[in-house]
């Protein structure tokens, strides 16, 4: 039997779901322990209610996700907006060096999964999807980037992309914090930490409260963005044949336009709006992507997806324990960071945040540099260079 639930009915079950996995986030352990995203909790939940439908039901559910594009575009290009290339210079030297190591990863995260894909005899596609995609770019990049995938011939994209993202954020959460202390310890540490001093953002007001004007300045702003980059994407790929996602080309004309911004000083951005916009736009669109999940298609996957998993995780634990630490100044500051980095690495920016705090209050000091580095470079910095590298991957492999 086949059920549709229309547009209307759609927009209220996903508000509905994101307030439930907002709650169950907070509320339950399991979820809370590891930093899971409400957003993933509500709409995975209900993404296994239409399994269980279908396989023992003989029902069908069919989600209309018309605003799940809109709200993907409006997403990233908030990403773009809040992507100024100042905050690398202002950030210092740990920041650079620490920003580089997280384009490596990105990188390498690729490569791994492509190589282990073809070896593994699947669709090389699935192993970007088991990548960058899904690791350091996590549950909303996997969302994203899945239909992209499948567009591309990746039967199954979007399922492999959210359960590795899944999968990566226990992962970081568990081996974060064990290896920041066994750096500690092994290296015996002193723990003490230094102040890089404010990172400010030029052109951003971060202390005026939200109102209606602020609201209606910034969607417009948005839309603006939106309209440009997916129509430049689509010039660009009838005239490369190289597949350009729109939310892509949004996020990048964004960039361009803050540090232009950023340098000719025509426009303030509110900074309370923008992040407003951007975790409203990441819950709607993530938790339709969650809801919509078909996860019959994992289950010829599983084998092959868990041993590329595994592989990514000993590959990340090594570079982080042989190459970053070192390059970081082996000190209390660059033990946190590698904390940090195997939450962000594996999972997402929340869970980097949580690693080092665990590991700071275990120790009896906060590391003032990890806590300023790791969230700036995870959560906005990273895109730079890692959304077109998953790019390029897509249209490499295809």
């Given at each position: 039997?086949?059920?549709?639930?229309?547009?209307?009915?759609?927009?209220?079950?996903?508000?509905?779901?994101?307030?439930?996995?907002?709650?169950?986030?907070?509320?339950?352990?399991?979820?809370?322990?590891?930093?899971?995203?409400?957003?993933?909790?509500?709409?995975?939940?209900?993404?296994?209610?239409?399994?269980?439908?279908?396989?023992?039901?003989?029902?069908?559910?069919?989600?209309?996700?018309?605003?799940?594009?809109?709200?993907?575009?409006?997403?990233?290009?908030?990403?773009?907006?809040?992507?100024?290339?100042?905050?690398?210079?202002?950030?210092?030297?740990?920041?650079?060096?620490?920003?580089?190591?997280?384009?490596?990863?990105?990188?390498?995260?690729?490569?791994?999964?492509?190589?282990?894909?073809?070896?593994?005899?699947?669709?090389?596609?699935?192993?970007?999807?088991?990548?960058?995609?899904?690791?350091?770019?996590?549950?909303?990049?996997?969302?994203?980037?899945?239909?992209?995938?499948?567009?591309?011939?990746?039967?199954?994209?979007?399922?492999?992309?959210?359960?590795?993202?899944?999968?990566?954020?226990?992962?970081?959460?568990?081996?974060?914090?064990?290896?920041?202390?066994?750096?500690?310890?092994?290296?015996?540490?002193?723990?003490?930490?230094?102040?890089?001093?404010?990172?400010?953002?030029?052109g951003v007001d971060n202390t005026s409260e939200v109102n209606e004007g602020s609201v209606v300045?910034?969607?417009?702003?948005?839309?603006?963005?939106?309209?440009?980059?997916?129509?430049?994407?689509?010039?660009?790929?009838?005239?490369?044949?190289?597949?350009?996602?729109?939310?892509?080309g949004a996020m990048l004309i964004a960039i361009i336009l803050r540090n232009i911004n950023d340098?000719?000083?025509?426009?303030?951005?509110?900074?309370?709006?923008?992040?407003?916009?951007?975790?409203?736009?990441?819950?709607?669109?993530?938790?339709q992507a969650m809801m919509s999940l078909k996860i019959w298609d994992l289950y010829d996957l599983?084998?092959?997806?868990?041993?590329?998993?595994?592989?990514?995780?000993?590959?990340?634990?090594?570079?982080?324990?042989?190459?970053?630490?070192?390059?970081?100044?082996?000190?209390?500051?660059?033990?946190?960071?590698?904390?940090?980095?195997?939450?962000?690495?594996?999972?997402?920016?929340?869970?980097?945040?949580?690693?080092?705090?665990?590991?700071?209050?275990?120790?009896?000091?906060?590391?003032?540099?990890?806590?300023?580095?790791?969230?700036?470079?995870?959560?906005?910095?990273?895109?730079?260079?890692?959304?077109?590298?998953?790019?390029?991957?897509?249209?490499?492999?295809?």
């Open positions: 039997m086949q059920i549709e639930v229309g547009l209307v009915s759609s927009v209220a079950l996903t508000l509905l779901l994101l307030l439930f996995g907002a709650w169950a986030a907070r509320s339950w352990r399991i979820f809370s322990r590891f930093a899971i995203p409400g957003p993933v909790v509500g709409g995975f939940l209900f993404a296994l209610v239409v399994l269980a439908l279908r396989e023992w039901g003989s029902i069908e559910l069919t989600i209309d996700t018309t605003l799940q594009s809109p709200a993907m575009l409006a997403f990233f290009t908030t990403i773009g907006l809040g992507a100024s290339l100042s905050l690398i210079k202002t950030g210092g030297r740990v920041l650079v060096v620490y920003l580089v190591a997280c384009w490596t990863v990105a990188i390498f995260q690729n490569l791994v999964g492509i190589g282990l894909a073809k070896a593994l005899g699947i669709n090389e596609l699935l192993g970007v999807m088991a990548g960058a995609v899904s690791l350091e770019g996590g549950h909303g990049a996997a969302a994203a980037f899945g239909p992209t995938a499948e567009e591309l011939g990746a039967q199954g994209a979007t399922a492999v992309a959210i359960a590795a993202a899944t999968f990566g954020l226990i992962a970081g959460s568990l081996i974060g914090g064990p290896l920041a202390t066994w750096l500690i310890k092994r290296n015996k540490l002193a723990v003490e930490t230094r102040d890089i001093g404010d990172v400010r953002e030029r300045a910034t969607a417009a702003v948005i839309g603006v963005v939106v309209v440009i980059g997916v129509y430049l994407g689509k010039l660009f790929g009838e005239w490369t044949g190289y597949s350009l996602p729109g939310y892509v340098a000719a000083g025509w426009v303030e951005i509110h900074g309370k709006t923008l992040k407003l916009i951007s975790d409203v736009s990441l819950g709607f669109f993530l938790t599983a084998l092959p997806l868990l041993v590329i998993l595994l592989v990514q995780v000993v590959v990340l634990v090594a570079f982080v324990a042989l190459v970053v630490f070192r390059i970081l100044g082996k000190n209390y500051d660059a033990a946190v960071i590698c904390g940090g980095m195997m939450g962000h690495g594996l999972g997402g920016t929340p869970n980097a945040v949580a690693n080092m705090d665990a590991v700071g209050r275990k120790h009896g000091l906060q590391s003032k540099v990890a806590m300023v580095v790791v969230p700036l470079s995870g959560a906005v910095l990273i895109d730079v260079v890692a959304l077109p590298w998953i790019v390029f991957c897509l249209n490499w492999v295809a």
